[in-house]
Nanobody, 123 residues
Framework: QVQLVESGGGLVQPGGSLRLSCAAS????????MDWYRQAPGKQRELVAA???????DYVDSVKGRFTASRDNAKNTVNLQMNMLKPEDTAVYYC?????????????????WGQGTQVTVSS
């Protein structure tokens, strides 16, 4: 089985910064996309940053210029540096990965979610 573990959430004042990290573990063969999503109270989960294995990164318009995603394929990790945070960035942030993993000699594919980490932007 593959697991994703996020870390780095917390409480920050408007204009502040946080850095989220996500690490994948298990019998991983390869990972296609590793993405960051968020879900605010009463709202649908939205894609924040999509990171391909080749390094292409796409951001939702609301975070462009403020958030920077990065990925280390060798370590199966992805980070999200969040600067100039706004109250509307408050949400639970989730890591998501499209993973190929090995089990009993087979290569299987699974989309895996992390447990989420709370980010609260408030004065």
């Amino acid at each position: 089985q593959v697991q994703l573990v996020e870390s780095g959430g917390g409480l920050v004042q408007p204009g502040g910064s946080l850095r989220l990290s996500c690490a994948a573990s298990g019998n991983i063969y390869s990972i296609n996309n590793m993405d960051w999503y968020r879900q605010a109270p009463g709202k649908q989960r939205e894609l924040v940053a999509a990171i391909t294995s080749g390094g292409r990164i796409d951001y939702v318009d609301s975070v462009k210029g403020r958030f920077t995603a990065s990925r280390d394929n060798a370590k199966n990790t992805v980070n999200l540096q969040m600067n100039m945070l706004k109250p509307e960035d408050t949400a639970v942030y989730y890591c998501n990965a499209d993973v190929l993993y090995s089990r009993t000699g087979d290569v299987l594919r699974e989309v895996v979610w992390g447990q989420g980490t709370q980010v609260t932007v408030s004065s």
